[in-house]
């Protein structure tokens, strides 16, 4: 199943992750949504492999028959107004953690189903790196003390490898921070000049760019979602290896948001993430931000 694509999918309402790893379907992930059939609710668990079309549910779902898709944690309607072009049932949406959506049709047998994407080329490329089963397009990591001697604890973390796509939105009002050209956010000076600035969205890749000037070794004074404008910076943390203060985005990991810190002094090497994520969650090692 080398190079298939596993779809990691949320609730376009609440944002919850309807990923399933407690129950395999085509040996990944499967998709929860609550249906209702004919007055009739119940669970269903669709494959999350782009173009496979398994499902397992509690209820008999007659061929033809069109299913009421509902979020099993917030109980919005899945289904929208949208219909399908092929049968006129309603189409069924599910949210994308790589950016834009997935669209189903609600009816049994139906194999209508399309991608629309919000980040157009770049979407579309994060979502074969990141998604493809069988693994990312990157080279292997070399190997670590830690993955020749992990303890217990050490063997459950994932490891967020070097090059891998940081899904990155706002902890605030969860906006994607992502645009064509990477990381977005809005930047002041201690000077007050402000702007936009791009960081890279891969990890221990460290290309940025500014539309105002930053001065090497100076400590910004604040970083803000481009969205919301509420400020990044969180003031009772500060930097591991400079002691500036550090600002503080979500990243999709594990089908959850973790906080990923970052310094705000340009130039410094530090970034990792909470300390309450720190048991499932590894970065891999790195010189620099």
Request: charged share 20%.
């Amino acid at each position: 199943m080398s190079g298939t694509l596993q779809l990691d999918v949320a609730c376009p309402e609440c944002h919850t992750s309807l990923m399933d790893p407690a129950h395999l379907i085509d040996r990944a992930p499967s998709v929860h949504a609550t249906i209702q059939v004919d007055g009739h609710r119940g669970w269903l668990r669709l494959s999350s492999v782009y173009g496979s079309y398994a499902i397992e549910s509690d209820l008999e779902i007659p061929h033809g028959a069109v299913a009421e898709f509902i979020c099993p944690d917030c109980g919005s309607p899945l289904s929208g107004e949208t219909t399908c072009e092929l049968c006129n049932a309603p189409l069924v949406t599910f949210r994308l953690s790589s950016g834009g959506q997935i669209n189903i049709c609600s009816r049994r047998g139906c194999k209508k189903h399309f991608l629309e994407f919000q980040s157009g080329v770049m979407a579309l490329s994060r979502l074969y790196d990141v998604n493809s089963i069988g693994g990312s397009n990157l080279p292997p990591a070399p190997w670590h003390d830690r993955d020749l001697h992990p303890d217990l604890e050490e063997a459950k973390r994932k490891v967020i490898r070097n090059g891998a796509f940081l899904d990155s939105y706002c902890p605030h009002c969860r906006q994607s921070l992502i645009t064509q050209r990477g990381i977005q956010l809005h930047v002041q000076n201690r000077d007050h000049s402000e702007g936009d600035l791009l960081l890279s969205p891969y990890l221990n890749v460290f290309t940025h760019e500014s539309t105002v000037e930053i001065p090497d070794s100076q400590e910004v004074a604040d970083l803000r979602c481009p969205h919301c404008s509420h400020s990044l910076m969180i003031p009772t943390k500060q930097c591991e290896d400079c002691g500036s203060r550090i600002a503080g985005i979500s990243v999709s990991a594990m089908h959850k948001f973790i906080t990923f810190f970052i310094c705000m002094k340009k130039g410094c090497c530090w970034h990792g993430v909470s300390g309450e994520d720190t048991h499932l969650i590894a970065l891999e090692d790195s010189a620099e931000w």
